[in-house]
């Protein structure tokens, strides 16, 4: 990806990778592929509350006392001139996006009414959806005190704290998570990458990498983005390491983690529109470009990768276990499985 330098994403390549169900993948035996897609926890947060009512579509969904109500199904009434809105297990509320007034003037009226009838509630933190289609009723929003939380393609999120004291409410997202591909062959020839892009690492051959995607495994980023970039099949076997920056693009912290992946096909086809070049390298040559050299960190990886290669080190596997968030099985990446290694 464009932010990944030599091996990941500005140095590291690492890629974050979800553990298969409690077994290590020999590298000689046959992998067998599953499907890593599973929903988003009901909630911990007045966040992910946010996040799972806004996208219900035409249903009405009760937990804990909690209404959620759909566009086209009346919201509670609490007044007048009082917004449609639930609330939160945090003592807050959550406005109903479909129930904002379409007039500018009618939703500035509801909106401080609104806020009063919350105040003398006893009311604490305000989440305030806003649609695309909505964009003209932020300045309102703000006006009124309201603050930007986070926004994602079709809506704006802000919110409103009420009571005189620090607010408690969960700050945006701070992170961004990449995961890269240490592929390595039997001739210890590593696949690996130059990107098109104008970075310091555009004329180094580096690991692929890339961005996880919503609500997908970190295993699954890094088979995904291997694939994508290179055309070459893998199998994930396990997650070697992981890096920890921050202040990076966006002014946001890093996450990358590097996986070991078994390759299950040799035969290269590049994504041209991110990718110069890929070809499969003897690991000395790898390794031995100034970059590695003189980046310690990314240079530690690469030998950990080896060392894992040659089962001289052993990185965390996955292993599946129901999650009381959701009640589904999830991935929990440790070390341990039916193998040993000696370290």
Same mark, same amino acid.
């Given at each position: 990806?464009? *932010?990944?330098?030599? /091996?990941?994403?500005?140095? @590291?390549?690492?890629? %974050?990778?979800?553990? $298969? &169900?409690?077994?290590?993948?020999?590298?000689?035996?046959?992998?067998?592929?599953?499907?890593?897609?599973?929903?988003?926890?009901?909630?911990?947060?007045?966040?992910?509350?946010?996040?799972?009512?806004?996208?219900?579509?035409?249903?009405?969904?009760?937990?804990?006392?909690?209404?959620?109500?759909?566009?086209?199904?009346?919201?509670?009434?609490?007044?007048?001139?009082?917004?449609?809105?639930?609330?939160?297990?945090?003592?807050?509320?959550?406005?109903?996006?479909?129930?904002?007034?379409?007039?500018?003037?009618?939703?500035?009226?509801? *909106?401080?009414?609104? /806020?009063?009838?919350?105040? @003398?509630?006893?009311? %604490?933190?305000?989440? $305030? &959806?806003?649609?695309?289609?909505?964009?003209?009723?932020?300045?309102?929003?703000?006006?009124?005190?309201?603050?930007?939380?986070?926004?994602?393609?079709?809506?704006?999120?802000?919110?409103?704290?009420?009571?005189?004291?620090?607010?408690?409410?969960?700050?945006?997202?701070?992170?961004?998570?990449?995961?890269?591909?240490?592929?390595?062959?039997?001739?210890?020839?590593?696949?690996?990458?130059?990107?098109?892009?104008?970075?310091?690492?555009?004329?180094?051959?580096?690991?692929?990498?890339?961005?996880?995607?919503?609500?997908?495994?970190?295993?699954?980023?890094?088979?995904?983005?291997?694939?994508?970039?290179?055309?070459?099949?893998?199998?994930?076997?396990?997650?070697?390491?992981?890096?920890?920056?921050?202040?990076?693009?966006?002014?946001?912290?890093?996450?990358?983690?590097?996986?070991?992946?078994?390759?299950?096909?040799?035969?290269?086809?590049?994504?041209?529109?991110?990718?110069?070049?890929?070809?499969?390298?003897?690991?000395?040559?790898?390794?031995?470009?100034?970059?590695?050299?003189?980046?310690?960190?990314?240079?530690?990886?690469?030998?950990?990768?080896?060392?894992?290669?040659?089962?001289?080190?052993?990185?965390?596997?996955?292993?599946?276990?129901?999650?009381?968030?959701?009640?589904?099985?999830?991935?929990?990446?440790?070390?341990?499985?039916?193998?040993?290694?000696?370290?």
């Amino acid at each position: 990806m464009v *932010l990944a330098a030599v /091996l990941g994403r500005n140095f @590291l390549g690492f890629c %974050r990778h979800e553990l $298969l &169900k409690e077994q290590r993948v020999s590298r000689t035996e046959k992998f067998t592929l599953f499907d890593s897609s599973r929903d988003l926890p009901w909630k911990t947060s007045p966040l992910k509350t946010l996040n799972l009512m806004f996208s219900t579509g035409n249903n009405v969904i009760r937990r804990n006392g909690i209404q959620v109500v759909s566009p086209d199904i009346s919201a509670p009434s609490w007044g007048p001139e009082v917004l449609g809105a639930w609330d939160d297990e945090y003592g807050g509320v959550v406005i109903n996006p479909w129930s904002l007034p379409s007039s500018a003037n009618a939703f500035a009226s509801a *909106l401080k009414t609104s /806020l009063s009838d919350w105040k @003398l509630k006893g009311k %604490r933190g305000i989440w $305030l &959806k806003i649609l695309e289609e909505q964009a003209d009723l932020v300045p309102i929003a703000i006006q009124e005190g309201f603050k930007y939380h986070h926004a994602e393609p079709g809506f704006l999120v802000l919110t409103y704290w009420i009571p005189d004291e620090p607010c408690l409410l969960p700050a945006g997202p701070s992170h961004q998570i990449g995961v890269g591909g240490f592929v390595i062959n039997d001739k210890r020839e590593v696949l690996v990458v130059k990107e098109k892009c104008s970075c310091i690492c555009s004329d180094v051959w580096k690991l692929p990498t890339g961005y996880i995607n919503k609500a997908e495994d970190l295993f699954s980023g890094a088979v995904r983005e291997v694939k994508e970039e290179t055309g070459v099949d893998t199998a994930f076997l396990e997650m070697v390491a992981f890096r920890h920056v921050h202040q990076v693009a966006f002014e946001k912290s890093d996450l990358l983690f590097v996986c070991m992946l078994k390759p299950l096909s040799s035969d290269i086809t590049i994504d041209d529109r991110e990718i110069q070049a890929a070809k499969w390298m003897a690991y000395d040559e790898f390794i031995s470009q100034p970059y590695y050299q003189e980046d310690h960190m990314l240079k530690k990886a690469m030998e950990l990768c080896m060392e894992a290669y040659e089962e001289r080190y052993c990185g965390f596997i996955a292993h599946q276990l129901t999650s009381k968030l959701d009640g589904k099985l999830s991935y929990l990446y440790y070390y341990g499985g039916s193998n040993s290694c000696e370290i």
